[in-house]
């Protein structure tokens, strides 16, 4: 079987209704600008009220910090901070991928130091995974790390960083060796102090005008060597097992969700048409498809398998999904998007314009998904 | 969770019939006794007896090998009328029929092996009317776009064998056996166009090396994979929302999937003698029966706006248990 069943229990279902309980009481909708999923603001306050709960590092072992829960815990409280627009930014990256990576690769020291840290909702983590000439093909990173006492000097020039000017620490993908015929070989991840002496944090803005990417020049900063994660060498099979952690999650298929329930509540009046009933029916069949997908790769990961090439196949018709979404609401609805407009509608409809066609980019580009995905249904 | 002895035992049952000789075979005779005696003696002519979501398992695996016969129709007759019907027996999906008296008059039409069963279920003014194919005065032989027989029966003034208040809604457990049936259809055009990119070379390599060809793979695997979770979905809560959401999933799969598919295998795909039209013929042809994603999405649409924004995300997540 290429997916794991998916369906939640008792117990799941339960956190699903304390986390609907929880944004009801702590978050009630009128009372905050909510945000496109994974894109949302970011609020240390709220990420800290999470914490509280026990919803961030959910998976991670309770001596460093977390619940001992599972990656289904995680996805069904995500799931439910996605859907409402909560603002999840600050912690996002953190306990979506660099806590479960640490926990998994790090040293006793390294779980110590970041764990709990993260699960309290304080420390916040950027990807440093591309550069200018490594974007899809990741494995031609240029920035490299050379030996010294005590540690590596690290030189190079990360791009696309979202929240480096803000987040505490980013995860370096780097080249500690040379590139052998295996091209693989030689890479390394290091965890590296966004303030660190000989770094520089340019923005770079998008095309909406936001400022949250960037450019991170690294001039011979120094990384001790207990910030090496994982293996020297070892770390394209590191970033790998991380990747799928990134892909085939809720933010997938989520980033315009509020879209339909915003116009469904702001204007009934246009569900009326037969069209209008289509349309959101297949919306929602899609969602309610994508979602038990997505379900699975979690409960895939929960039993310790690797599900690249599911989380793969999944992300990347789940945000061709969100695109089509958009286009579905423009059809159904005349109405400008504004920035500052009157109703939220229009509001998010602006940001879901600007910013849809990062959603087939982020994270991997729908062109590198498929070639993954190809490669591996050859294997399966 | 299904019963593995059963699919096992359906898997190889399945396998070993359903030779591509015999399916083509059976498309030409309009029936396959090979088939049906081998089913009928593993108890799959009596699905309905089973759990449901055992029925619907047995039903998938009938789909991946194209089984060309009627144990859709036998559940669903069993379904209909409460217990098994003695068969082979067929259900007319359609209106057409009335009561007169207690007799039954007018046309069945669209009845799958309509000419080679025994009995066919009808539903009409809401009761489960069993009538026997014998007491037809007429037949006409028709077929989908599958060529699997789609008959038109006329009765006038036929004698019911039995007439009970219909046990489910034909429409919403029609779709259920497609959904089922397409979800193994789907699954083996994924496996037979991954197989066969990695066979066939041209230019020198595999042609799933290409990455236009790749993206055509991905297309196939993912609609299988969507439909898959679906069926599964629906055979857990088997309620009106999980049963138009798969329908839709499935029938839109049956476009995207096929169109790859055939784009994979180029003019090879397009010839009787290779497997790929079991599988695309009858996706096209189950997409259309008990509804297609017009209409169930349109069902759905209209259940939800009533339901309101604010259950919208409930509705996804909770399914037919909020709306």
Not at chain 1, 169 to 177: E, Q
Not at chain 2, 41 to 55: I, V
Not at chain 2, 273 to 287: I, M, T
């Amino acid at each position: 079987m290429l997916f794991a069943p998916a369906d939640l229990t008792e117990e799941e279902l339960e956190l699903q209704r304390e986390v609907r309980a929880f944004l009801a009481t702590e978050l009630p909708r009128g009372t905050f600008e909510p945000g496109l999923g994974m894109a949302a603001p970011r609020d240390r306050g709220f990420s800290a009220k999470l914490a509280e709960r026990g919803w961030l590092g959910m998976a991670i072992p309770v001596r460093y910090g977390g619940r001992d829960r599972s990656a289904v815990d995680r996805f069904v409280v995500s799931e439910e901070l996605l859907r409402w627009g909560a603002p999840v930014g600050h912690h996002w990256v953190a306990d979506r991928q660099t806590a479960p990576t640490i926990n998994r690769f790090g040293t006793e020291e390294q779980k110590q130091r970041f764990l709990p840290a993260i699960c309290r909702g304080e420390l916040s983590f950027a990807i440093g995974m591309s550069e200018p000439e490594a974007g899809s093909d990741l494995a031609a990173v240029r920035t490299r790390a050379s030996r010294v006492e005590g540690g590596w000097l690290l030189s190079g020039t990360k791009v696309w960083t979202s929240g480096a000017h803000v987040s505490d620490w980013f995860v370096v993908l780097c080249r500690t060796g040379e590139s052998t015929e295996d091209r693989h070989a030689g890479l390394s991840q290091l965890i590296v102090d966004l303030r660190a002496d000989g770094l520089t944090v340019r923005s770079i803005p998008f095309l909406s005008g936001h400022r949250d990417f960037n450019e991170v020049v690294l001039e011979e900063v120094f990384v001790p060597d207990e910030l090496v994660l994982g293996e020297i060498g070892g770390g394209w099979a590191q970033n790998t097992s991380e990747l799928a952690y990134e892909r085939g999650g809720p933010e997938r298929w989520l980033s315009t969700y509020l879209l339909v329930e915003e116009l469904m509540r702001a204007h009934e009046e246009v569900l009326g048409t037969e069209r209008a009933s289509i349309v959101l029916g297949e919306m929602v069949a899609s969602w309610w498809g994508l979602r038990r997908l997505s379900l699975s790769v979690a409960r895939m990961i929960d039993a310790a398998e690797a599900p690249a090439v599911q989380s793969a196949l999944v992300k990347e018709m789940a945000t061709r999904f969100e695109q089509d979404v958009l286009a579905c609401v423009q059809e159904l609805v005349a109405l400008e998007p504004v920035r500052d407009g009157d109703s939220l509608l229009e509001r998010i409809l602006f940001e879901a314009t600007l910013s849809a066609p990062s959603f087939t980019i982020r994270g991997g580009t729908n062109e590198i998904l498929r070639s993954v995905a190809a490669k591996g249904l050859g294997r399966l | 969770m299904s019963d593995w002895l059963l699919i096992d035992g359906a898997r190889r049952l399945f396998a070993e019939t359903c030779t591509h000789e015999v399916v083509q075979a059976a498309e030409a005779e309009q029936w396959s006794s090979l088939v049906w005696d081998a089913a009928a003696g593993a108890g799959y002519a009596s699905l309905s007896e089973l759990e449901l979501a055992d029925a619907l398992a047995v039903l998938t695996v009938a789909g991946e090998h194209a089984a060309p016969v009627p144990l859709a129709e036998a559940a669903l007759a069993g379904w209909l009328v409460g217990e098994t019907v003695a068969g082979p027996v067929s259900v007319a999906p359609g209106g057409g029929l009335r009561i007169e008296g207690d007799s039954v008059s007018g046309l069945a039409r669209r009845v799958p092996w309509g000419h080679a069963v025994e009995r066919i279920v009808a539903v009409v003014e809401g009761q489960a009317v069993v009538l026997s194919v014998a007491s037809a005065v007429r037949v006409e032989r028709h077929a989908n776009l599958a060529g699997e027989p789609r008959d038109t029966l006329v009765f006038e003034a036929a004698q019911p064998e039995e007439v009970r208040a219909a046990a489910c809604d034909l429409r919403e457990r029609g779709a259920l056996t497609r959904v089922a049936l397409m979800a193994g259809a789907l699954a083996a055009m994924a496996r037979l166009t991954v197989a066969y990119a990695g066979e066939r070379r041209q230019f020198g390599r595999p042609i799933a090396r290409f990455q236009a060809v790749q993206q055509h793979l991905v297309c196939v695997a993912q609609e299988a994979a969507l439909v898959g979770a679906a069926a599964e979905g629906v055979a857990r809560a088997p309620g009106l929302f999980e049963i138009a959401a798969a329908k839709v999933l499935a029938a839109r799969a049956a476009l995207a999937a096929s169109r790859a598919a055939h784009q994979v295998h180029g003019a090879m795909g397009m010839t009787q003698e290779y497997r790929l039209h079991h599988f695309s013929r009858r996706l096209w042809a189950w997409r259309e029966e008990y509804g297609d994603e017009q209409h169930w999405a349109a069902r759905l649409g209209e259940a939800l706006a009533v339901a309101g924004a604010e259950n919208l995300y409930p509705a996804i997540t909770g399914g037919s248990a909020v709306v």
